[in-house]
């Protein structure tokens, strides 16, 4: 039993839970390390149909663990790699993976932590939900968040949360494209739990063939994601008589 993760399954619907809620689930290595496992594993279990990622207390994520910064020095080249490498690895497991996953968002998304969010394929935020990437503040830059960060909101948007660091409500979160829906405070679990069960009675490999299709076209010309559609039309003639 991790202390630092908890996992539960409600039917097919698996629910990861970030418990360092006195760290406001701030990512340290070992946080880190056990939630690209568990997506992992959650992805490889035929049983798995939606993971719903959420986080214990008053924050769905703090971000980078402040208190490791002092063993990440340009001294400590092999740590400060490993860190990197772990940490691009976490938010590209969600958008590699072909089970979906659902981001819900109560309290603080700040720096990593707003990345992990939007890394999810849907993301429900409470209304008391706050995001912001806050890394330049502290002298560092949002590296690794950047790229999906630029591809969900805009280059302008975009540019104006990572040079000022400023904070940004479930509403405007919404606007902006952090979030895909706003609830009311505290609900945000008990509606990704709501939206998880509707997933998962379709059937799973036209989600998942669906997703892949999507992530897929979202970084190639129209035209060229046009003919990845053609071809994966010809495919899911088989999902239904495979799923029956």
Same mark, same amino acid.
Request: hydrophobic share 55%; glycine share 10%.
């Given at each position: 039993m991790s202390e630092v993760l908890t996992t539960r399954d409600d039917g097919s619907v698996r629910v990861l839970t970030m418990s360092r809620a006195e760290k406001l689930n701030a990512l340290n290595f070992e946080l880190t390390r056990e939630l690209v496992a568990a997506l992992e594993t959650a992805d490889d279990d035929k049983g798995v149909r939606v993971v719903v990622l959420a986080g214990a207390g008053r924050a769905f994520c703090a971000g980078a663990d402040t208190s490791e910064f002092k063993t990440l020095t340009p001294d400590n080249t092999d740590r400060v790699e490993e860190r990197a490498r772990l940490t691009a690895r976490l938010h590209a497991v969600i958008p590699q993976m072909s089970t979906p996953v659902i981001g819900a968002v109560g309290g603080f998304a700040m720096g990593g932590g707003a990345g992990l969010a939007l890394a999810c394929d849907y993301v429900? &935020?409470?209304?008391? &939900? @706050? !995001? /912001?990437?806050?890394?330049?503040? =502290?002298?560092?830059?949002? &590296?690794?968040?950047?790229? +999906?960060? @630029?591809? =969900? @909101?805009?280059?302008?948007? /975009? !540019?104006?949360?990572? &040079?000022?660091?400023?904070?940004?409500?479930?509403?405007?979160?919404?606007? %902006?494209? %952090?979030? +895909?829906?706003? @609830?009311?405070?505290?609900?945000a679990m008990s509606r990704a739990i709501e939206l998880a069960r509707e997933i998962s009675a379709v059937a799973p490999n036209a989600v998942s063939a669906s997703k892949k299709l999507l992530y897929a076209v979202a970084d190639i010309p129209l035209l060229e994601g046009i003919a990845l559609g053609q071809k994966e039309n010809a495919r899911m003639r088989s999902y239904r008589v495979q799923s029956a």
């Open positions: 429900i &935020a409470d209304e008391n &939900a @706050v !995001f /912001a990437y806050p890394e330049v503040r =502290h002298g560092i830059v949002a &590296a690794i968040v950047m790229a +999906s960060l @630029v591809k =969900h @909101v805009g280059r302008k948007a /975009a !540019f104006g949360l990572i &040079a000022t660091g400023r904070r940004v409500d479930a509403a405007e979160a919404l606007t %902006l494209g %952090l979030a +895909s829906e706003c @609830v009311s405070a505290g609900t």
